[in-house]
């Protein structure tokens, strides 16, 4: 009996005492629960912005939580290993605002002279992530240079600024007004998915933009322009969980107002349904 005994303790010793951890985890974790549990708050990934990048505004992370998501922010890399075990673990993602998209890497452009600031290793690693995670079915929602980026991902151009090259454009997208407020208004396509997502066919927006989309990737449409024709929103034409506006709606719902709520909630209803 005394030889079994240390027979025993030296496996658990060779082992380093993984038997505990694997009965532990049969016993706290059934497989069946664990999706139920999934299936009920999905991880939605959103993209770090460079200024720290690790991180992502406030008002993206509680817009994903308001439509009972659960945020999960993934640091900029251009690893592809990396992206490919954070897909594994996500279940959506939302690609966030930020800089200028560099138009001579992202669409064969030479830069004018108005073009704003570009951060390289971030279209790197946002382009990677929205062509990987497209590919694997997952929803994505680009949302102002999200938008864009998912635009040039797929093979569209951009406006590198729009007040410099679109003369007929004479409404303000750079508003200086509160983020909760909407300033110009947009048409929105009937049947699209920003529709269902809105309920209405016109809504006012903010605005904090001065490139948009020009030619849109092939595959995608146009689902919404504002009164002076710039695009406000594209969606994937084969998809119902691919889509990107120009405005910021995570500016509304993370101050309590509701109006563009049902975005984030396509968004985690289409997550429910990817695992
Ligand atoms: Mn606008």
Known sequence: MKKFLGFIALVALLTGGSWE????SKKTKPAAETVAVKQYKP????????????????TYVSAVKSAGGVPLVIPMTSDKA???AVLEVVDAVVMTGGEDVDPLKGYGEEPIRALGEIVPERDVFDIMLIKMAVEKGLPVLGICRGEQLMN???????????????????????QRAPRNYGTHSIDITEGSLLHKQLGVTSIAV????????KDPAPGFKVTAVSKDGIVEAIEKADSDRVWGV???????????????????KHLVEKAKETK
């Open 43 to 58: 991880i939605i990934g959103i993209s770090a912005t460079d200024s720290s990048p690790v991180s992502a505004p406030l």
């Open 21 to 24: 951890l694997q009965a532990q």
């Open 82 to 84: 990396q992206i490919e």
């Open 206 to 213: 903010n605005s904090y933009h001065h490139q948009a989309v």
């Open 246 to 264: 120009q405005f910021h709606p995570e500016g509304f719902v993370s101050m309590g107002d509701d109006s563009f709520l049902g975005i984030f």
């Open 152 to 174: 040039v991902a797929f093979g569209g151009t951009l406006y590198q600024d729009i007040p410099s090259q679109v003369p007929s454009s004479y409404i303000k997208h750079n």
